[in-house]
């Protein structure tokens, strides 16, 4: 139905949004997700060109969007309707407490990002969640998409990425 240059499009769209960590220092609160790019506004354009121009790949391009701002809202929260610059979602990772006092609990780490990155990892409803993510990914592929089946390498790419750091702020943490 795609040819191999829309799907690899529409799986870019996927996760383009978090391209926006290199712009960081652009928020006051030095969190990526607070970005128009972490919001709907984003998959609303998407949806109104694809319907514009009567374009199926385009609509599918904007529900790949969207559902990296969906997932976004169950660990920490997106700033989903962006113009009421508030974090929206389940939020399962962090508590108001924590939300409140985050300075404290961020200065028990040589790097703060620790703190994101150890309560992500030792969170045994988002391991299970980053699984069940991954069986439905390989299910969708071997019956629609085996062509594509390469697309996988993707996947294992950024699988890797995020363990060595996992690991390295460890190894940090720990000297
Ligand atoms: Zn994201």
């Known amino acids: 139905m795609f040819n191999a240059f829309e799907f690899t499009l529409i799986t870019f769209c996927a996760f383009i949004a978090d391209f926006d960590i290199f712009f960081i220092t652009f928020t006051e609160e030095d969190n990526h997700r607070m970005f128009i790019s972490h919001s709907i506004f984003p998959s609303i354009l998407l949806f109104t060109i694809g319907i514009i121009f009567n374009s199926y790949f385009i609509i599918i391009c904007g529900i790949a969007y969207l559902s990296h701002v969906l997932l976004d809202t169950l660990d920490w929260g997106t700033n989903m309707f962006f113009f009421g610059k508030k974090i929206i979602g389940f939020k399962f990772l962090i508590s108001k407490e924590e939300n409140d006092n985050l300075k404290n609990y961020l200065e028990k780490f040589k790097v ?64």
């Open 112 to 175: 703060a990002r620790s703190f994101f990155d150890f309560k992500y990892y030792e969170s045994k409803l988002i391991i299970a969640l980053e699984l069940l993510i991954f069986v439905i990914m390989v299910v969708f592929i071997l019956s629609f998409a085996l062509e594509f089946i390469l697309t996988v390498v993707l996947y294992f790419i950024g699988f890797f990425i995020h363990m060595f750091t996992h690991y390295r702020l460890k190894t940090i943490e720990k000297t």
